[in-house]
């Protein structure tokens, strides 16, 4: 059973940093994206950034700059480097992997991440 474990959510001033790390446990293979979403208070799920299996990334326009995803292929782990962090993103962060054969999309359980003004 495939699961992923979230770590590095935590309270942080505004301008402070945090690293936020997903791990994968059980096999799993033929990975294409791993990425991370987050949910602010009262508000839907929207992405953060993500990174493909060529080394490709993408992020939210509100993050970039700020923020640096990276994955360890031998890990099958996902970071996210959060640099001058704003009260807005204050959120649950989710890790999220999309594999292929078979098909499927796998959640983390999400981790709190709070910025104080």
């Known amino acids: 059973q495939v699961q992923l474990v979230e770590s590095g959510g935590g309270l942080v001033q505004a301008g402070g940093s945090l690293r936020l790390s997903c791990a994968v446990s059980?096999?799993?293979?033929?990975?294409?994206?791993m990425g991370w979403y987050r949910q602010p208070p009262g508000k839907q799920r929207e992405l953060v950034a993500t990174?493909?299996?060529?080394?490709?990334?993408n992020y939210a326009d509100s993050v970039k700059g700020r923020c640096t995803i990276t994955r360890d292929s031998t890990k099958n782990a996902v970071h996210l480097q959060m640099n001058s962090l704003k009260p807005e993103d204050t959120a649950v962060y989710y890790c999220?992997?999309?594999?292929?054969?078979?098909?499927?999309?796998?959640w983390g359980q999400g981790t709190q991440v709070t910025v104080s003004s």
């Open positions: 999220k992997i999309d594999r292929i054969f078979p098909t499927a999309t796998y």
């Open positions: 059980g096999r799993i293979s033929s990975i294409i994206r």
């Open positions: 990174i493909t299996s060529a080394g490709s990334t």
